[in-house]
């Protein structure tokens, strides 16, 4: 999640003695601490597995006050920290510091409020992002922002690291969805930003911390949006010979004026790993895009004949709509795997996890195409 | 726009003697300093008119580099200053400081580029917001901010105050729409927060600036999203006996989950008050609701059946649906010329431009009722 204190830590590193470790115990408990160097290593590096460091010590709170003490013992003593969510992060955010502290937030899993009239709710860090949805999606509402993870990842990873996924498009990244926050700041004293309501007067701080890559503070609690779940939703596979023409597509569907829910397009590579690996029972063929619809009933119908036109008119050779729940959740099972599925592949396998302006797109996949080739 | 340096200006406000008048007319040109008091009453207020403080002096720079100027000699002499626009705003952000300066960017209104494959617009702070839209529309394209002033607001005011309008349900804030910005801070320095593209790394510094009501610094160029022209808008008027059944066809529509362009609700004073003022042809009813569906063509046909259906099931007697687009403006013409309107019925009438959470809205109409009927 973050790292906090890096800089401080950098200037004079303290190794942790028998007494600092003492004094930890004492915050978190002794079944909070881990310092055995084989428990150690699975704190080494998080998603981005080219680089690892072996923390200090980890420590596990359980509670804000617990947080506060044990980052108010590290600025006493100088001690680099990290947070830390789930681990799942692709851009090294849990990365530790040698000799430095973990502060793994797993603990802090509690949601503590469902406010379905207002729409929020307010969770701990450790809280699975799936979780969120978990809650309340008997009432027909759902947290949106959706990394791969999402059944792993935890909400304050997503909010160091303003996680997206497939839905972004329509629905935003998670600094559309976090209303409030408090915060641990690196000295230990605790701040309120924003609140429970929509654009709350002030200076958007909630957005400045969204996104920090944890260089302002801890999130110890966060009060989330939730979503009211569409009354239709619809998914639609369409294979084309290669990603030139699934691209194409894309600018027609924009160009039309449409805000798919999702659409996302994958390779020849990417589709073997997923297919490989889940068997999502994907079309072999060179580009493959999915676009999924949500609205009222009439508004996806009218839309999905739409783009099945945009995509046969591009080249397009087979098009499937999902006919149930259970297909929807394959197909979207097959694209979030495919990271992962890729590593069974190519254990060297580095993700670049980066935006690219769309009307750049069609240069930069030639040249990977191109690279590829070399 | 603003109040940056308005506390050190409290502290010790020096008067703007003729050896300052000099030294600024030196920085903007003879014709760019307003000092006579005839022509200083313009400046008074904003559209908040119940507050007024003649200025020392008005400066109107014409370039960034007298901004900084400006802006540097205020700073060396402790003299208070406050950005403005055109002077549209209703919270007052453009009340002058007695004895400062008030700094009108209105000579700073070049729209520097026109980027259409990338969706982007560079502006100075000066430049109206419906002029933004007029230079892309051939292209059919437009900036979605509208506030009801639209037609003669200025972009640097609508980013000071982070400016909604009818169609912010849908579209977002002036936030939503600002890329990047050049900005002098209140010792005259020069900052660039944000670029041309969405999500730019590190800290979201341009939400920050957004809405923070001239207190940070001087916005003096100012990167805008626009966007593509939706193939087809309707809109529908729905005339209601009271602004409860308005209200609760709402409720309706926001449940069916459709997420309509613009909704907006008229109670009989502004109705009436319009009707004077523009000839809107409004029916005459107790609660009047505006509701605008945008997007594919297919969509709103089947979308505007809907919502005809929800207005009716809550007590619409009478719905009408817009057939042309002199008709559609015409509609929402009315609607924004609805607060000078009744400035024509009540001189002292006193806006309460005001955010409400949408559960308590019911709640709050009726106290405004009967607060009404005392």
Not at 104 to 117: C, K, W
Not at 194 to 208: A, E, F, H, I, N
Request: aromatic share 4%; charged share 20%; proline share 5%.
């Amino acid at each position: 999640m973050g790292q906090a204190g890096l800089l401080e830590g950098r200037r004079e590193v303290r190794s942790l003695d028998l007494g600092l470790l003492n004094e930890f115990a004492s915050i978190v408990g002794k079944r909070g601490l881990i310092c055995s160097p084989e428990e150690l290593h699975t704190y080494e590096c998080d998603g981005l597995t080219n680089f690892r460091v072996l923390p200090g010590a980890v420590l596990l709170p359980s509670s804000t006050e617990q947080v506060q003490s044990v980052v108010r013992l590290c600025h006493r003593e100088k001690i680099p920290f990290v947070a830390r969510g789930s681990g799942t992060g692709l851009s090294g955010g849990a990365l530790p510091v040698a000799n430095g502290i973990v502060l793994s937030l797993a603990r802090m899993n509690r949601i503590h409020e469902v406010d379905l009239p207002n729409a929020r709710v307010v969770v701990e860090p450790g809280v699975i992002n799936l979780d969120v949805t978990g809650r309340v999606a008997s009432q027909d509402y759902f947290y949106a922002p959706d990394p791969s993870s999402q059944s792993v990842c935890s909400i304050g990873g997503n909010v160091a690291e303003n996680a997206g996924g497939a839905h972004c498009l329509k629905y935003g990244f998670t600094t559309t969805h976090v209303l409030g926050l408090e915060v641990v700041l690196p000295d230990g004293s605790l701040v309120h930003l924003g609140g429970k309501t929509l654009d709350t007067p002030g200076y958007d701080l909630v957005g400045v911390f969204v996104g920090s890559e944890g260089t302002l503070g801890v999130a110890t609690k966060i009060i989330l949006r939730i979503v009211k779940r569409p009354a239709c939703v619809r998914t639609l596979l369409a294979a084309f010979p290669t990603t030139n023409e699934a691209g194409a597509a894309v600018s027609g569907i924009i160009a039309a004026g449409m805000l798919p829910a999702a659409i996302e397009m994958m390779d020849k590579l990417a589709i073997q790993a997923a297919e490989a690996a889940v068997h999502a029972n994907y079309p072999d063929c060179g580009g493959l895009l999915l676009v999924e619809l949500d609205g009222p009933l009439a508004e996806v119908e009218a839309l999905i004949t739409q783009v099945d036109e945009i995509c046969r008119s591009n080249g397009a050779w087979e098009i499937r709509v999902a006919q149930s729940e259970a297909e929807r959740a394959l197909v979207w099972k097959g694209r979030k795997a495919a990271f992962a599925a890729v590593g069974r592949l190519s254990p060297n396998y580095i993700v670049q996890d980066g935006v690219i302006p769309r009307t750049v797109l069609p240069e930069v996949l030639m040249e990977i195409e191109r690279l590829s080739a070399e």
